[in-house]
């Protein structure tokens, strides 16, 4: 079945750093997700991406659905404490049709002061 | 806006007793799902659902059931609760055509 693999699994980082982070899958996607959960609450669903090489923006989130179709990226410009919290990535469904997303591990993000 | 709603963002059951969790979207999506989250385990797919009173087990179904009578609410039941059912759950709908899942807050369920 299908398997993402995110990385990387926790990142400290300095308030104003600059954040990137990744997803590798065992086979091709034709669509990636990234979504970001804070404490406590539901996953948010930040970005998508249907097209191989897109690169689609959100404020200062920036995301591209890599050329291979087996990885996609996401990027954080100027990093401030409310971006911390789990990133995770999702691409389609396993089974396709009605089944759930694949979904990676998450990446936890850690801002110090 | 879309809007998943879990009826409970914290519970605390006692081992043995029925739990009902609720879940109602109003966005009319077909599929709805049920998750659950664990420390270093990520989300864990337990039922979904394609249509009113259909179900399909996930990749942990056991010790849940699921109920779909109306096409807006999606409820998972513990039907003896345990405590290694502690955790965080998580409702999620999306349409047949797109990709995109939306959640619910979710809803942490202590068992003691």
């Known amino acids: 079945g299908q398997q993402l693999n995110q990385s990387p699994q926790s990142m400290f980082i300095q308030e104003g750093e600059d954040v990137s982070m990744n997803c590798t899958s065992s086979s091709i996607f034709n669509t990636w997700l990234w979504y970001k959960q804070d404490p406590g609450e539901g996953p948010v669903l930040l970005i998508a991406l249907y097209k191989a090489g897109e690169l689609t923006s959100n404020g200062r989130l920036t995301a591209q659905f890599g050329i291979t179709r087996k990885d996609s990226f996401l990027n954080i410009s100027a990093s401030i404490p409310s971006d911390v919290g789990i990133y995770f990535c999702a691409g389609p469904p396993r089974g396709g049709g009605a089944d759930g997303l694949t979904f990676g591990k998450g990446t936890h993000l850690i801002i110090q002061p | ?112």
């Not at chain 2, 007793?17 to 077909?30: G, P």
Request: aromatic letters at 12%; glycine letters at 6%; one cysteine or more.
């Open chain 2, 1 to 112: 806006d879309v809007k998943v709603t879990q009826s409970s963002r914290y519970l605390v059951k006692r081992t043995g007793e029925k739990v009902f969790l609720e879940c109602v979207q109003d966005m009319d999506h077909e599929n709805m799902f049920w998750y659950r989250q664990d420390p270093g385990l990520g989300l864990r797919l337990i039922y979904f659902s394609y249509d009113v009173k259909m179900k399909e087990k996930g990749d942990i179904p056991e010790g849940y059931s699921v109920s779909r009578e109306k096409k807006e609410r999606f409820s998972l039941i513990l039907e003896s609760a345990s405590t290694n059912q502690t955790s965080m759950y998580l409702c999620a709908s999306r349409t047949s055509r797109n990709t995109e899942a939306f959640f619910g807050q979710g809803t942490r369920l202590t068992v003691v």
